[in-house]
DNA sequence: TCGAATTTGTGCGTATGTATC
DNA sequence: GGATACATACGCACAAATTCG
């Protein structure tokens, strides 16, 4: 085993130092100036430390600011199953409610958008026809954890009470039970999850690093007779949100 | 909007110059000398061009070789759901015959091993106890697109003929259909996954580039009587593989 | 209210390491 | 084994954001 370079080692230094309490979570640590003075290593090397530390997740850095230790929430488990579809609120109502707490979310509605390539092999409808667009950031007890952008086709729901997914009777009712109001059975979900890394907005909306480690999720709804008729791109930060599918293995 | 830095201008000519298929896909550009030289940049922009058009999937690295034109592999869709797991055969096996490719596997048991805390909580054993452990790497058509460690309480397989997975009559038939074998019904699957980055050892493993985005899922098996009977670490590359989750919404 | 000082973040060039041919 | 090519580490300069007087 080859030796660790000096920023390396100063990152255990510092990191032994934040184990030791000597800093808590949430604190500022010194100016790099004065960590590299009572180190002896130049303040490259404190900065390279603490951006490798960043990555691990124990520090957070804050742009004329500081560097502080990271607070570490715990992670809101958020389980996908059969199960949890079928209640008559949307699915992170359910999760929230598991874990007793408090669930809420921000939406606001983009109105009618022509479907891009990608939504419109997604709903299995042409490019260019409408679409609802609707985006929400979900909270729980008040802290922003995840981000969903929906699409539903303008045909199915026109004209109808439902058409706005977050106004009315229904609002927070979620894709499954509207569908049914106007006479539509979901019976099918598909999820595409695939891992990426935030960009400055999404990291600005969750609260988070810029380019932490996010589960991009791809949801899409089928009715009983196939077609889909719901599909979503969800934002789920690693660091906030635990996934986890769980189903049955039939026999 | 504020210009963009040399390097990130450089990529972009790089990236026109591949569309154009100046160069094609497996091919390798020339060294950052003669690339600087041409474009009348230093070295060192060539350089982050090339880091910045690795990260997006475009290029690849090989050192003391050349920057070659990323050859894009056609992404593996594995679907889990609740049918994928009663076959009598693992489950990577029933994706490959679905996609109609040539599904094989690497398997080394590294024999008994002491539980660590994970596992010990994930199987519900004490820490110590003992488990099975068994290396895998999942090919498509002979070339690698997944990593699996799994481990199984010896308690549970102690004195059968399926305590080693891969020997004997049953290799290769699945967690599901070799519990069957002792009398334990597999009724439920969990899965958790989690972004993340390839390690030096994964991407040598998996021929792709170390740093590049995986998705890691923790999946554990759990029979009728609610015991955990198996659970695996998987490494599924994004670059290589598709992951789908599709599952009824009961009603 | 505003501006200067402080602090972190980004870009770049050089030197060195390491794998390949 | 030498030459070549990419990868890593480091130091400096400057930009961006915040803080505080």
Redesign the interface.
């Known amino acids: 085993m080859r030796e660790q370079p000096p920023y390396r080692r100063f990152a255990e230094v510092l990191r032994s130092r934040i184990e030791n309490e000597e800093w808590k979570p949430g604190e500022r640590l010194p100016s790099r100036a004065q960590l590299a003075e009572e180190g002896g290593v130049t303040t490259d090397i404190v900065r390279r430390a603490q951006e490798w530390l960043i990555t691990q997740g124990v520090l957070t850095g804050r742009v004329g600011s500081g560097t502080y230790v990271a607070e570490q929430r715990e992670r809101v488990r958020v389980v996908?199953?059969?199960?949890r579809?079928?209640a008559g609120q949307a699915p992170f109502y359910v999760d929230m409610a598991a874990l007793g707490r408090r669930g809420t979310s921000e939406s606001r509605t983009d109105g009618m958008v022509p479907a891009t390539p990608d939504i419109a092999a997604r709903l299995g409808i042409a490019e260019g026809d409408y679409c609802v667009r609707t985006s929400y950031e979900y909270l729980a007890d008040g802290k922003p954890v995840q981000l969903l952008t929906s699409w539903e086709p303008y045909s199915i729901t026109a004209g109808s009470l439902v058409i706005l997914p977050e106004t009315g009777p229904l609002a927070g009712a979620g894709v499954?039970r509207r569908m049914a109001e106007i006479g539509i059975?979901?019976?099918?979900?598909?999820?595409?999850?695939?891992?990426?890394?935030a960009d400055a907005d999404e990291a600005h909306l969750l609260g988070i690093q810029k380019g932490a480690?996010?589960?991009r999720i791809r949801r899409t709804?089928f009715s009983d007779d196939g077609r889909a008729v719901e599909t979503a791109d969800i934002v789920v930060p690693?660091a906030l949100c635990?996934?986890?599918?769980?189903?049955?293995?039939?026999?």
């Open positions: 996908h199953s059969p199960e579809e079928q499954v059975t979901v019976a099918e979900v598909e999820e595409r999850p695939d891992a990426g890394h480690l996010v589960t709804y690693s635990e996934i986890i599918y769980r189903f049955p293995v039939t026999r």
